[in-house]
C-alpha cells in the first residue's frame, strides 16, 4: 500500500509538524482576535475585523506602563542572572573545591521547586528583613530564580568545550585576560546567549513570585490577570502579538547569521 508506506516513512515529520501546530495555535488565536472589535467587556468571541487596538495600543490605562516596568525588570533581572551564572558556571565546571557536588545540586533546586513555595519563602525573607515590597524586591526574586536556568544553559556550553584551543592559544603568548575575550568566550557566547534569553523570557512572563512581592507595583502580568477580571481589552493581544512577532524575528535573524557564518567556514 504506496499511502501507507509513505506515512510511515513521514510519520515523524508529520508527527512533529502537527506538534508544532498544537503549540502555535495560541499564538495564532492571540493575533486574530488582537484585530476584533467585542460589543461588550470581553473579548472572547469573534465580532468584527478592526484595527482600533492596533492604531492605539496604549489605549488601555496602566497597559504600557506595565509593559514598561516587566521590560525594565526583565532587563536587569537577564543582565544580573547571566552574569552571575555565568561565573558561576566556570567555577563549577573549571574548578574542584570542597561541597562543589552540593552546589551543583542546589543549583537545580529553584528548578525543581513550586513557584509559590520559592514566593512565600522570598516574601518571608523580605518582611523579615524589613523591606518595603516594590520593584527592587520583584528585581531580587526575578534574579533568584533566573540565576539556575543560565548556570544549567552555560555549564553546558562550557563542558563541551575543548581546553585545548584555550592552551594552543597562551602557546602563542596569549595572556589570561586575551585568551578569555579572545577564545573562551566567543565559544562560551551561544549558551551564554541561549541561558539570557531564557531567563528575560522567564522573568518577563513570571507572576505568581511576582505577584507575592510586588507590594503595589504592577507588572505586565499582573495587569493582564487584574483585567481578566473585568474584562480582557483587544491591546493586550496586540502587545501579545507583538512580543511573539519580535521573537520570531530574533529567531530567524539568529539562524540567518548562523547560516552566513556557517557558509564563510565552508
Not at 34 to 43: E, L, M, T
Amino acid at each position: 500500500m504506496p499511502f501507507v508506506n509513505w506515512l510511515k516513512r513521514h510519520l515523524v515529520v508529520i508527527a512533529g509538524l502537527l506538534t508544532l501546530a498544537y503549540l502555535l495555535l495560541p499564538n495564532v488565536v492571540v493575533t486574530v482576535f488582537s484585530f476584533n472589535a467585542p460589543k461588550g467587556r470581553f473579548n472572547y468571541a469573534w465580532q468584527q475585523f478592526s484595527t482600533d487596538a492596533w492604531q492605539d495600543p496604549c489605549g488601555v490605562p496602566g497597559l504600557c506602563g506595565s509593559l514598561s516596568l516587566s521590560l525594565r525588570i526583565a532587563f536587569w533581572a537577564t543582565l544580573g542572572a547571566t552574569v552571575l551564572g555565568t561565573m558561576i558556571a566556570f567555577a563549577l565546571v573549571r574548578y574542584r573545591f570542597r561541597a562543589r557536588g552540593a552546589v551543583n545540586s542546589l543549583i537545580f533546586l529553584p528548578m525543581a521547586m513550586p513557584e509559590v513555595v520559592m514566593a512565600a519563602s522570598l516574601l518571608t525573607l523580605f518582611l523579615n528583613m524589613g523591606a518595603q515590597l516594590g520593584f527592587w524586591t520583584v528585581l531580587i526574586a526575578h534574579i533568584m530564580f533566573c540565576l539556575s536556568f543560565v548556570v544549567t544553559a552555560v555549564k553546558a556550553r562550557v563542558m563541551s568545550m575543548d581546553p585545548r584551543l584555550e592552551q594552543a592559544a597562551q602557546d602563542l603568548y596569549a595572556g589570561p585576560l586575551q585568551t578569555f575575550l579572545r577564545v573562551t568566550l566567543p565559544i562560551a557566547a551561544p549558551g551564554i546567549a541561549a541561558g539570557a534569553m531564557l531567563a528575560f523570557a522567564l522573568s518577563f512572563d513570571d507572576f505568581i513570585i511576582t505577584n507575592f512581592n510586588a507590594g503595589s507595583t504592577v507588572t505586565f502580568p499582573m495587569f493582564v490577570w487584574g483585567s481578566a477580571q473585568r474584562g480582557t481589552p483587544v491591546q493586550i493581544n496586540v502587545i501579545g502579538t507583538a512580543m511573539f512577532l519580535v521573537a520570531v524575528l530574533l529567531v530567524l535573524t539568529s539562524m540567518v547569521v548562523g547560516n552566513r557564518r556557517n557558509r564563510r567556514k565552508a
